[in-house]
């Protein structure tokens, strides 16, 4: 099993980019019912206002191969879509679980 785990650093004032991270988070957890690679995701948004990371997602599948298939979907891309104009960073790792 494959542990795909992101950071994300949203641009913005603190409201703009907690608005960022909820309206992904809430395309994110939609991925799991479209996209059969993908065995589950959790998604947090930071609370924490003394830290830069504004989300962070761990997906697992079973694969690396299954990891590209998942980030490849359309509904994936899309997901992205909505917060690429205001992604500042983002942190991967990839671990086996």
């Known amino acids: 099993m494959i542990q ?41 948004v930071n609370i924490n206002p003394a830290e830069d990371y504004d989300l962070v997602l761990v997906a697992c599948a079973d694969s690396m191969a299954d990891v590209a298939a998942y980030s490849a979907h359309p509904a994936h891309v899309a997901a992205v879509a909505l917060v690429k ?12 679980k």
């Open 4 to 44: 795909h785990t992101v950071m994300f650093r949203f641009d913005g004032t603190a409201q703009e980019r907690a608005a960022a991270a909820d309206k992904f988070r809430k395309a994110l957890l939609e991925l799991p019912a479209v996209i059969p690679q993908l065995r589950s995701i959790e998604v947090g």
């Open 85 to 96: 104009p205001v992604i500042k960073a983002r942190a991967c790792v990839d671990s086996e």
